[in-house]
């Protein structure tokens, strides 16, 4: 597989890529060390040392070496072409290469692409008040954070998907090939579609080095490296070696090659209707870590080791030999060569500079706002269910909410702009009325059996919720839109991706020149109270205490409590920008309370009083019951009407939170509720009765600042599970109906003596429904047959 | 590679095989369906079905089959062995083979071997205060729930490391295999020491479907795969069919072609100190899902497709020709030929089963904490910082901790029952003291460049948090000891994998069989104050958030201040047993507070006064401060100096917390205090200005309850940061000593007007900080020498 040492460059190609290559590593060297004398014009002294030396140079020659060919093949072949920078932590390499093609300072104009602004390029770089050291949203051209590793090639295949035109480089450290989520990513392939989605190029770097330690993939025998990636379904393209000449030739060719490849199959598959999976081509790059930089430091090997990974000279702002070193090695670029007495680059390192919206770093796809389109909604009544009287009929709400899905799947047929993403869980979570619109996407075999599958389907589902994360976020941030749909439980494996995208949100809404992307929305369902047939292992809500520890900008967390209000909270969710937002809400089958317009305006105040739920007339209540979800919600009109039957002198107000955030003060998050507000939902000194979907201590969390809160008294999930019945979950959290009404007596000043005979029914109820379980294994007919209505 | 289809089997051996198998499909299916009429002695009537029909019979049939033929091979060659049910929602199949040899009944006598034992298995399984649908703590002979999915592979090979007599066969279904974290685990073998460790045979079993989709691995071309599987390091020995002779006889022969090569390759590396990397043999099983289950149900086909996964006929109780075709599918066991009359499982059935221990349902290994030893934890006093005084010098906390294990290495050295584990961050945490006494595994090729590599090391590092967690639940739960150290941020990762050891410690807590095992025990360093350098993607501190959620009998978080403190917390968590403990301590050189005595008595409270921090003389202070970690502890420290000076006359009291539950009220969490020692600590109604280390929200989460909470006043980490100084990061969150000394002027009544010169002061100073910064790129030279001795 190595490619012929000749090659496809000419001489003078060959002379300029080097430049161009010698330039950015320059540049790269410059950022992680300097901060004044950036041309080297007079002999480099301690003063123009940043007084931290911060960054990770062992990478960053590979990056340099990947975008110089990535400019030329982009030039030469007039590609659509983005790169996913896996090993993110080479911040300096891409900040070379968008400020050697100019991509950097029409972004930020006071990084000019002189003398100027090299020195502005150096010093801000990890500097306070300046740039990150990764890859991150400040950086033109990237849709990846280049902090926590595995994710990269999800995202290049989310950014491949539905843009036909498009390349996606992808570059994959040996560092990050260890990690879960990349081992996953591989088989990305099967769901790619010749036809309408883009190409992914992978292109793993070998540099044999992590942090401390030699990398797994590094150390295999080529042969079984080999096997490895063909089993992952690639053609492995060789590439490597120590001689700059010799791999830019061998690189130049294995990207003609791959290209070539990648060309025949779109044309075979879009022209000729081939179906076939065939490998694909991706390049195994073996390149020293910190080539070019120093061999040797203090007696130790550093360029090819592991040594190099960081800042290879860590003394020379106090170490003269230090300081020499790196002057030798600043000047073994030859800048003079390379850059004009103004700073400027000169024509030879520019040669192989795509133009305009080509070069890397100013293609549309990476700051994908640019290309958004609003999604095509349709109205909602027409998927509403009918509510002549709160609580008289059942639906599933996620069943309805699939119905609005596949009108919009349907609606963006010829756009496809638009993809649903689940861990095999569509139909569980009683979405698969898409399908009608939009198979699943699949490339491997088909068999007769099989159901749903499309080579073109916009629905994706592979069993691992890393990758649907990951090819939604690549999706999204090129400018698409999406839905995915979990289990509750199991979001928690993307508890660390979600993290990494709430802090890009936060950071490229206060970049002007990054357009707002549509919001990353979760539907987690087949939730806590509903997973009673799982049992334990699928228990647990706290996705939502998870998003709620991040900035108030970005998130967003919404239970509504019926299929109505489902579909309005998923109206506003699809439409909305740069935000994360949560909807938790039921596949079961769940009372409608709300008729749409009702809906609509309850969601959109976020949470209200349901007057027709309470007992209160006019006057203030005794108690307020207040709920969030939709099992919550359930025991709570279940024990308002228990009150009404045995306490109807009690005034008895019964409250909605829909919009969770809105507890949060009124300082703390955008949507928090003035003081006035809240206190005139839930009264300043009267008992609240809380019955919340997950953790309790959330709502305190967020409540914690009001004046009624001394009142506050949550009931919620505490990690009390088991394979049970659905009331016998919320029995064991003390979340029922009748624990509710105890709750009242216990908690409203009087009504211990007026109403202990009303509270000991109530725990004679709990008594029954424990030995009728026992018994009959079901819940008690009284339980299973209530509704409001009745 | 296929398998000779004559095989090793005798044609008895081939007729009790299946007979076992056959009793093990009846009990499996009989588990999901009956009540009543275990032995189908009179017509299946509805009442014998139960009212929920819950359970996963399409992985049934093939784990009954892999658990048949290794109790053939254990019996004949006396192999001491465990299984990892990977798709351990197939729990009827576990607990059937365990039922079968007699595991069950020893360990749940009253389920014992007969027709009453039979019928309380069935009606148990997915029964209110029955047993989990899953494979699960409750389940003899496991140590892997069978709930989320992805961690099989890896509990597998961590039961393996130091224990060379023991087999983990390990059952790894197709779903599972798409999930990034097993997709990591392949490359386990790289880090498994042929002399030290046991043995791991991977059973991937393809049935071709997950839920709803087909699985990517069955759909792959056959030679694909196995370059893939060989690209892992494995040599694959397929087996597949829907005939049941012919899999047993190739099943059969499989296994003993595996077990073969692994004892060939076991005895080279033994005896003949063979070192090369060898492919390690695994076995490809492909059998139908749902497999002797109904063809068809409704005219739809079901054996062999998604449509077993779950309960092939789902209206038994309702329909009668499903009631029918129910009775059919079991009688086609031929149970009357399996089950004696009284129903106690007859010869042939049980032929293949072995003895006593060997049993995979009374290995010793699956119950661990049978087997576990004391850690030898040495002499602290021996490690400890001398402190003359607070505040006079600096360590850097994690590397004095790093001798500590160095030493608990060393003297584990021929036990070898301690591992550390850790994302290639060891030495990057300051821990490579315990190189010197234990390099870090790997099999793979070395280089004269590499440093501490070691074939037979205990110290494990992967960029892979996944298998780092995995690797390491796997150890603890087979009885031996170990810590995990993290980057804070990144541990994230491993969230969902936490739930879930979390929950198995719950449950098994409860179990009076299960021996209490070594906790698992996290190192959470390189901190949210210390990732200055890297930015913004490596500053979360919220896990401890996310195990605070979870069960109070099994978590504990701990925030250590300074060296010694550290010290005892880590002796403190490695004695410790059946906890999650969270160690958050900085690896940054921090200032010395304690002594070792003082530190061991402040670590055993939990929380403390320190009194020479304070200006308290007997009274009640006018203000609290305190604080929880150790970036958060210098500010205090540092605002009590502020205050000391500027306000002497002001009653300062400095707390400290270490145990971060011992805020929570006494009953929610055992380390809870009572109200009399909290209010004596923080007082009931002077204000309190906690500065915390992460989220500033937790601590009110926690003190909500306490009667000062309302002047409660929290600074801590508010999702403020980038690539900056460590001043400047406590400064962009509020968490200064300036910013302290501001919060105490402005809530001390009476302070406002007299101090406002001082706050004036602090204000200068932030100021004066947002300067410098700028300009130098350095902190004050007034922080960055200041210390609480000057």
Redesign the interface.
């Known amino acids: 597989m190595s490619q012929d040492a000749a090659g496809p460059l000419t001489d003078e190609e060959l002379r300029t890529l080097d430049a161009h290559w010698r330039a950015a590593n320059y540049l790269a060297a410059g950022q992680i060390y300097l ?1 004044a004398n950036p041309l080297l014009t007079e002999p480099l002294r301690p003063e123009h040392i ?3 030396l ?1 960054g990770h140079w062992g990478t960053s020659p590979g990056l340099n070496l990947v975008y110089t060919h990535l400019n030329r093949v982009i030039k030469a072949r007039d590609l659509d072409a983005l790169c996913v920078w896996g090993p993110g932590h080479g911040g300096p390499a891409v900040l070379a290469g968008s400020w050697l093609e100019g991509s950097y300072s029409e972004t930020y104009p006071d990084v000019s692409r002189d003398a100027t602004g090299m020195e502005r390029l150096f010093k801000q770089f ?9 890859v ?1 949203p400040e950086t033109p051209g990237s849709i990846h ?6 994710y990269s090639l999800a995202h290049a295949y989310g950014a491949a998907f539905d843009n036909p035109d498009l390349l996606v480089a992808c570059v994959i450290g040996d ?2 090939a ?10 990305s392939d ?1 769901f790619l579609d010749p036809v309408h989605d883009g190409a992914v190029l992978p292109i793993l770097h070998l540099n044999g080095y ?7 993939l590094s ?3 080529e042969a ?10 690639h053609e492995p393209l060789h590439v490597g070696g120590d001689d700059p000449a010799e791999v830019h030739r061998a690189l130049a060719a294995a990207l003609d090659d791959a290209l070539d490849r990648i060309a025949r199959t779109q044309r075979g598959a879009r022209e000729d209707g081939i179906t076939e999976r065939v490998r694909r081509p991706m390049i195994v790059l073996r390149t020293p870590k910190g080539w070019t930089g120093p061999a040797e430091v203090d007696g130790e ?1 550093v360029e ?2 592991w040594r190099a990974h960081q800042v290879p000279l860590p003394g020379v702002r106090e170490n003269p030999a230090h300081l020499r070193q790196l002057e030798q090695w600043l000047r073994s670029y030859r800048p003079e060569e390379l850059f004009g007495a103004d700073g400027r680059p000169v024509a030879d390192v520019l040669a192989c500079v795509p133009e305009g919206t080509r070069r890397l770093g100013s293609n549309p796809h990476a700051n994908g706002g640019l290309l958004l389109r609003e999604l095509p909604l349709p109205p909602l009544d027409t998927f509403a269910v009918l509510v002549e009287k709160p609580g008289a009929a059942l639906h599933e709400p996620t069943r309805v909410l699939g119905d609005l899905l596949e009108k919009v799947m349907r609606d963006t047929r010829d756009r496809r702009d638009f993809r649903l993403v689940g861990p ?5 979570n009683r979405l698969q009325a898409v399908y009608e619109a939009s198979g ?1 996407a ?1 490339q ?2 088909v ?1 007769p ?2 159901e749903h ?1 499309d080579r073109h389907g916009r629905v994706l ?4 919720e ?2 649907c994360q990951g090819w939604l976020e690549g999706y999204l941030l090129t400018g698409r839109h999406g839905l995915f749909s979990c289990y509750e ?2 979001v ?2 993307v ?2 991706m979600v ?2 995208h709430i ?1 890009w949100l ?2 490229s809404r206060r970049l002007t020149w990054r357009a707002p992307v549509a919001s990353l929305n979760y539907l987690l369902t087949s939730h806590v109270w509903r997973q009673d ?6 228990q ?1 809500p ?1 996705f939502v ?2 998003v709620l ?3 108030p900008e970005v998130v967003r967390v919404y239970l509504p409590p019926d299929a109505n209000t489902l579909l309005s909270v998923a109206d506003h969710v699809l439409r909305s920008r740069d935000y994360v937002n949560v909807v938790v809400a039921g596949k079961q089958p769940c009372f409608d309370w709300l008729t749409m317009d009702q809906a609509r305006a309850h969601c959109a105040r976020g949470a209200g009083i349901w007057e027709w739920a309470g007992t209160e007339n006019g006057g203030e209540p005794d108690v307020v019951l207040a709920c969030a979800g939709d099992v919550p919600t359930q025991e709570v009109l279940a024990a308002a009407q228990l009150l009404r039957r045995h306490l109807p002198e009690l005034a008895v107000r019964v409250v909605n939170v829909v919009d969770m955030t809105r507890l949060l003060p009124h300082d703390e998050h955008p949507h928090g509720m003035p003081d006035f507000e809240y206190d005139g939902l839930f009264t300043t000194d009267k008992p609240v009765i809380f019955a919340y979907h997950g ?1 309790p ?2 709502i ?2 967020l409540a ?1 600042r009001r004046t009624g ?1 001394p009142n506050l008294h949550v009931r919620g999930y505490k ?1 009390s599970g ?4 659905p009331f ?1 979950m919320v029995v064991r959290n003390d979340l029922d109906r009748y624990r509710l009404v105890m709750d009242v007596i216990d908690r409203v000043p009087g009504l211990a003596v007026r109403a202990a005979g009303v509270r000991q029914a109530m725990a004679d109820a709990r008594s029954r429904h424990h030995s009728w ?2 018994e ?3 819940d008690l007919p009284e339980v299973a047959e209530w509704s409001w209505g009745g």
Chains 1, 2 share one sequence.
């Open positions: 901060m940043k007084p931290r911060l990890s500097f306070p008040g300046g740039v990150p050291s990764h991150a954070e280049g902090g926590e590793l595995g560092g990050e260890e990690t879960g989520p990349l081992a996953a990513s591989w088989h099967k992590k942090i401390a330690n030699p990398t797994v150390r295999l025998p079984e490296l080999d096997e490895l990636l063909r089993g992952y379904g090997p090819g080791t095999d869980e569509t139909a569980s699943k699949w491997a075999e068999l059996v099989d599958l589902e592979v069993l691992s890393h990758l439980a199991f928690h494996i508890d660390s993290n990494q802090k936060r950071t047939h799982n049992g334990f292992s699928h647990d706290g205490d998870h520890n991040k900035s953790y201590w959330l305190h969390r914690y809160h990690e088991t394979t049970t019945t016998d379980i026992r009959h294994g079901t």
